[in-house]
Structures are given as structure tokens and as C-alpha cells.
């Protein structure tokens, strides 16, 4: 297997990212759908993309002098981008917001008008791409989200710019991520994942992965049914970390 390769470029980046102790302490401010929603329905009074534009103005000019760096999407977060905190790095999105729950499988899609080059015009130090993954899904639709990945790996490296990938596992046979049921083969969906996007055919610099357990179902943790005892918790930790 060949190794990623990290180039000055992409480190430099990555260090203003970063926090003095290397640690990407990143606020993530890129919701849209959802958050404009529930800004209307506070203040009726607000019309069209204001209301979902000021806030994360206030919330870019407020907090990123705490934070290492800041995530934001190129539709609604642009004006709040430069009022960041000047040691303050930039993360764009480069997904649409949500999937289109019509079609089976969560299939990604990017915005049209933008593209990784666009993205670091921006003054953006990273590339950052949500997919929906089951390892248990088809081959066929897999292989699709794996290639749709390569793509974005390889213009991030056109650009010299950092590729930053989050993965939301899921089930297609579970609707509620939630459940008992889920929480069962949450370790297998999370973890999978990681070992499948781990190789460096996808040029992925930073993976943005969830717990791999539900803790609600943790024993110690657990208001009712337990489905992982403390150690088995802390095993699937561990087997994530290794992936």
C-alpha cells in the first residue's frame, strides 16, 4: 500500500488549522437547512438568507478567537469567513446539505458551482466533504461512493490543499439510529468505514469520525437496556483507533 504523502502545502495548512498543541479545535458552522428553519420560526420577521447569514457572523466574530478553526459552507457562511479571528483557520464544505431521501442509498453530491480550486480562492485551508457510508450496502453502491471520494482526494491534491472527509455510518435496514438495533452494529458500521477510507488511494489527510459505540446503551450510562458492558466499549474505542 502507498503512503499518503504530506506535502509543505498541505502541513502549513494544516498547522493553521491547528492550535499550538496541534490539536484542531474546529467549530463547525456549516448547517443549513435545519438551521434556517429554526432561525424563521424564532423570528418570523426574517426574510430570505438573512437571518441564517448574521448568525454565523455573530458566531465567526464572537467565538473563533477561542477556536482553532472555524467550518463553514460557501452558500450562507461566506460573509461570516472574514470576520473570523485572524489565527482562526477556514474549513468549506464542499457537500449538499442532506441526501435525497427518494433514492436508496444517501448518494453524495456536490455543489455545482464550486470546486476545490474555488474552495481555496476562498482563503479556505481545508476541503471538507460529508458522506453516509454502510459498509454493508452493495458493492455497486459502495464502489460509487468510493470513486465519487477519489475525485475530491485528487483535486485536493491538485490544489495542494487538505482534504478533510466525515463519515456518518448508517444501516439501511435501520431507520432509527437510535435503537437498540442500531447501537448493536454501530461499532461494525463506524469502524468499518474507517478501515475502508483509511487507504490512500482517497487522499483523505483527516478522517472526522464519530464514537463508535452509542453511549446511552453503555453500561454505567444506560437508563434501560445495555448493550455494551464498559470494557467492550472501551475495546471498540481501541479497534477504531487501530483502524
Keep these: 500500500m502507498s503512503k499518503l504523502v504530506l506535502t509543505k502545502g498541505k502541513y502549513d495548512h494544516l498547522v493553521k488549522l491547528s492550535n499550538k498543541n496541534h490539536v484542531i479545535g474546529a467549530l463547525a458552522i456549516d448547517q443549513r437547512g435545519s438551521l434556517k428553519k429554526m432561525i424563521a420560526a424564532g423570528n418570523p420577521n426574517v426574510k430570505g438568507d438573512e437571518g441564517i447569514i448574521r448568525f454565523k457572523e455573530l458566531i465567526s466574530e464572537e467565538l473563533t478567537k477561542y477556536s482553532s478553526s472555524i467550518l463553514l459552507d460557501p452558500e450562507y457562511g461566506l460573509p461570516a469567513a472574514k470576520l473570523r479571528h485572524e489565527d482562526c483557520g477556514l474549513l468549506i464544505s464542499y457537500e449538499k446539505t442532506g441526501y435525497d431521501a427518494t433514492e436508496i442509498g444517501r448518494l453524495p453530491d456536490l455543489l455545482p458551482i464550486w470546486s476545490a480550486k474555488r474552495i481555496k480562492e476562498e482563503g479556505a485551508d481545508a476541503v471538507k466533504f460529508l458522506l453516509y457510508y454502510d459498509v454493508d450496502s452493495s458493492d455497486e453502491l459502495n464502489q460509487e461512493k468510493q470513486a465519487y471520494i477519489e475525485r475530491i482526494g485528487s483535486e485536493c491534491v491538485a490544489e495542494d490543499i487538505p482534504f478533510f472527509l466525515e463519515i456518518l455510518a448508517y444501516d439501511e435496514k435501520i ?33 472526522k469520525v464519530e464514537v463508535p459505540v452509542n453511549i446511552k446503551y453503555v453500561e454505567g450510562f444506560a437508563e434501560g437496556e445495555v448493550v455494551y458492558t464498559r470494557e467492550e466499549a472501551a475495546a471498540f474505542f481501541k479497534a477504531q483507533d487501530e483502524a
Design 175 to 207: 431507520a432509527d439510529a437510535g435503537s437498540v438495533e442500531y447501537a448493536k452494529v454501530k461499532p461494525h458500521k463506524v469502524i468499518g468505514a474507517m478501515k475502508v477510507f483509511s487507504d490512500p488511494r482517497f487522499n483523505i489527510d483527516v478522517l
